[in-house]
């Protein structure tokens, strides 16, 4: 999942032959045994040389960060195959004298660009702890910089199953014409995108970190950025320092049970901008208690089944406006500005002429080249890292069995996966469901309404030797985003230090700022 500022090889290779050519990605050092075993031509890839340029975006070049690029192999069994560029900024340390080394990060997503990261670390960490970091932003293999896929999507794919057969049917076509779009460009057996996964990704970053001469890598990763920490941390257990994992997610929930995860949460979420927006009543004309409140927000959602919604230029049907719900609901301090959305949407369905917000506008206008390279990853990404279901019935079944609990974000979070239709039958390599035993700091907030609580649990029990900070607050993405001293301080004190808080703790929410 991606912090929403709205939530994966597979070619035939045997599982030794993956693990070998997964850890031969160091300097080399001495020539030991496991090292006669690289696979031919793989030496190549690490002794490459870096070309330092501007990076062309603003906010990077003027806090001195440098971009280049380097080449890693689209499939890593086969290192004398094709080959992917994967583009990377850096803000090299300025305090050498006490330098930590590198900080890779990853935004999340799935398939989230990531080389303007570390401003935002940057910024949460201080100029006096940032300076001892080379704080890199790599775009992960098919996005941004990093040999971008693009499928032509119309949209993106989570959308709402809606409130009937119909609604179910229409929504399975959707995503069978997604993933049929993705096969016209790139083959019915996708034989290309399957290479694009996260083991490949965490490959990639290995092989970053040795190319820029560095035993080490430190790590940031928020939503599926922590399941990318993770995979890392288990492969390349030797070459992590410190790994900060915000608004996790559970390994063993990675895929399609990650997604199902969200109507609860976003439900809950939900419940509790209505108790805000009733005492509001005067203002926004919801209602006023939280029962009518609800009742008016999927009163929309209803109107846009029956009648798509005229939003300006744009259209919004019964399949996008719960989508765009959860888009606009992602931190308890926005609640006024969601209410300021769904005001327009409430309009348009009373059949008033609307122009829509900058949100609105993202969550139904037709999506631009970076769209729709965003949605085309996060599509073969999760598609190619674990098999999903492939029977419609099994999608219909948990749909119909969450209206009762989730009536507005069951049918979305349960609706019809893309990868039911994704060609092949399971990947070449397993999904990484497991968590590992390296140290690290895991951050989550009790309302998260992407990535639950419960699966920042999760992962903290699959990492023995974790620890976890608990925010008492609804938001995704917490470190720097949420400015709550008590967690800052924590995440700060172990960036520096390298030792990770005694214990588990808890922080409150800071009195409302916003």
Known sequence: MKRLRPLRRTAAVAALAAATAAGLLAPVQTASAQQRQEPSGIDKFTQQKVRWEKCGVKDLDQAGARCASIRVPLDYSRPDGPTLSVGFSRIKATDTRHRVGLMMHNSGGPGGPTLDMPLESRAAMGEKLAARYDLIGMDPRGVGRSSPLHCGTSGHWLRSAGYDDAGFRAQARYEQRLMASCQQKYGKKMAYPRHFTTRNTARDMDLLRAVLGERKTSYFGVSYGTYLGAVYANMFPGHVDRLLLDSAMDPGRYGVQAFRDMGRVNEEFMDAWARWAAPRNSAYGFGDTPAKVRATVEGIARQAAREPLKVGPYTADGQQVPAA???????????????????????????????????????????????????????????????????????????????????????????????AFWPGGKPAEPPMLSGNDVPGLIVQSTGDPRTSYANGQGLHRKMPNSRLITLKARVHGVYGTYQNACVDRQVNDYLSTGRLPAKDTTCEKAPAGR
């Open 325 to 419: 719900y959860a888009m606009m609901m992602s931190d308890d301090r926005d609640f006024a500005e969601a209410a300021k959305n769904i005001r327009i949407l409430y309009d348009a369905a009373q059949g008033r002429t609307v122009e829509p917000t900058e949100a609105l506008a993202a969550a139904f206008g037709r999506p631009d080249a970076a769209m729709d390279n965003q949605n085309s990853l996060q599509m073969s990404l999760i598609c190619a890292d674990r098999q999903a279901p492939r029977d419609l019935s099994w999608y219909r079944k948990n749909v119909e069995a969450s209206r009762a609990k989730n009536p507005l974000y069951g049918p979305l979070a349960n609706g019809v996966s893309p990868c």
